[in-house]
């Protein structure tokens, strides 16, 4: 800080003379005071993120009013008969509800914002698991429909029931040419053991599902479930 060494004024830097008493400053120089004790040290900085807001209220939580308010007269305007305009904004309220649940996924700083968050990721996880069963029981139904196009017992051979329990159905499908054993089960249950000599047969082999133990002149079918399971009875 520099100042007039006549009357004290505040002098801008580098200034010649004072333009409060007009006298010249010493050589035209400025004086420079130190700063006082109290002034340094460690000076603490904090760092603050400031959050995008429209008026006060957050992307995440406007979005999901508007998507409210398109909801409502959405639904007034379909009571009232008119069903084009109705119908469009049923439309935004659910596309404004899906950018609202993607920007709180984003960014769940507030209360209002998480609870969707967390419901948004729940329905993902589910809706994954539901997806992957899909595919899983669609593979199986290709499969089996593959294999009953691809045997003639299975298209148009006879029916002999060999077990059956509360839980679980063990059956013969039989052509001239082809002899299958098939096991359907709803849940768990106790193994079904045959005896080979009753199915005349000497083995089993896999072509869908587990595949079947024997021992001692029996066979030894599996206890999971649900489940289904089809073997072809061999003499070799």
């Known amino acids: 800080m520099a100042s007039c060494a006549h009357c004290g004024a505040t002098l801008p830097k580098e200034s010649r003379y004072c333009s409060q008493c007009g006298n010249r400053s010493d050589a035209g120089g400025t004086k420079v005071m130190e700063l006082p004790p109290d002034e340094t040290g460690h000076v603490p900085v904090h760092y603050r993120q400031a959050e995008t807001r429209y008026y006060g209220v957050t992307p995440a939580t ?82 089996l429909i593959a294999l009953r196009r691809s045997s003639a017992a299975l298209a148009y051979g006879g029916i002999r029931f060999a077990f059956v329990d509360e839980d679980v159905i063990a059956y013969l499908r039989e052509s001239p040419g082809e002899r299958l054993l098939c096991l359907a089960s709803r849940d768990e249950h106790e193994p079904v053991r045959l005896p080979l000599g009753a199915l005349e047969s000497r083995g089993l082999e896999s072509l869908y599902g587990a595949e079947a133990e024997t021992a001692a002149g029996d066979v030894l079918l599996p206890a999971t479930g649900p489940s289904f399971h089809v073997w072809r009875l061999t003499n070799g």
């Not at 404004?96 to 700083?109: F, G």
């Not at 998480?114 to 139904?141: H, I, K, N």
């Open 62 to 143: 406007l979005v999901l009013v508007l998507a409210g308010a398109a909801l409502t007269l959405a639904v007034v305007l379909l009571a009232l008969g008119r069903w084009p305009l109705g119908l469009v904004l049923l439309g935004v309220a659910v596309l404004l509800a899906l950018v609202s649940l993607e920007a709180a996924r984003r960014k769940p700083a507030g209360a209002v914002a998480r609870s969707p968050a967390q419901a948004l990721d729940a329905f993902r996880t589910r809706a994954g698991a539901a997806t992957e069963s899909l595919a899983t029981r669609g593979r199986a139904a290709r499969r």
